[in-house]
């Protein structure tokens, strides 16, 4: 069962559509502060500090997947709440989910957080992505050969990525749950803003990638991402025209990547004079 990518790509925008519309219904002035605050939003902690998951995540999931399985009922989908569902008779193509990409920015009332959708065929060539935003009003897009594209305040403007020989040169990045790791990075920062002005941690690497999309960001690389955060932006940058690097790791319909693997892999993107300054 074949599709193409614009198809592919509209199935996309519905699903992250539905996620965000999810998103959009957090209660005003709901946070992590209070009782109030954490039964609004169903609050759990997934079991490192920092790592949460609150009900807006799985609702949200919950309305990405109703809107693949209506449209695409033979399609295999790995989401970060449910995992991977695998139907009887699998088409080929494997949309990778992230509902609610920057959890904590969401419970803060911090406006990057986003839901990601992006869609691979049988071989893992990622064909459509979506990232929206939508305490932005902003909706990332891209399909293979067909650009990247944003739409915000009822334009739609094509992206071509930061700005080639500026100065005060930009990188965002971020950290790690896991301590060791976490320790990791801060002792290699300094060799990772070797030839960057500044440091930006927004805390939502889907995010982090369409801004190097819409040149926001200089570049962007960090460790120890799982698939569902880049996927969707990894393709927007790409399709933008910027270097990109992605984790080589064992495909979840595989049973993998280990956590190990995971940890030291990373995602980057940038212009391509910027792609020396990230660790193999």
Known sequence: MTANVTELL????????????????????????????????????????GDW?????????????????????????????????????????????????????????????????????????????????PALGRIYSAARGRGAWLEEKGQRTQLSGPLLGRTGLIVASGF???PAT??????GLGSLMEGFADLRRLGSAALDLCLVADGTHDAFGERG?????????????????CWVRRPRLTSPLDGGPTDADRLEAWTCAGTLELSGKFPL
């Not at 992230?98 to 839901?115: C, E, K, M, Q, S």
């Open 225 to 241: 991402l799982n698939e569902h955060d880049y996927a969707a932006g990894a393709l927007i940058a790409e399709e933008a025209g």
């Open 176 to 178: 790690s749950y896991d």
């Open 53 to 133: 998951v609150t009900a807006f995540d799985v609702a949200a999931e919950n309305a990405v997947r109703d809107v693949i399985t209506s449209a695409r009922p033979h399609d295999t989908i790995t989401g970060e709440e449910h995992g991977t569902t695998v139907p009887e008779s699998p088409s080929g193509y494997r949309w990778s989910i992230d509902p609610l990409d920057g959890t904590t920015n969401f419970i803060r009332n911090i406006v990057y957080y986003a839901t990601s959708v992006a869609v691979a065929d049988a071989d893992g060539v990622w064909l459509a992505g979506v990232v929206n935003a």
């Open 10 to 49: 509209g199935v996309a925008h519905a699903a992250a559509a539905a996620g965000a519309a999810v998103l959009a219904g957090r209660p005003v002035g709901a946070d992590a502060a209070g009782s109030v605050g954490v039964a609004n939003l169903g609050l759990v902690n997934k079991g490192d500090a």
């Open 182 to 187: 976490r320790t990791e990075q801060f002792s």
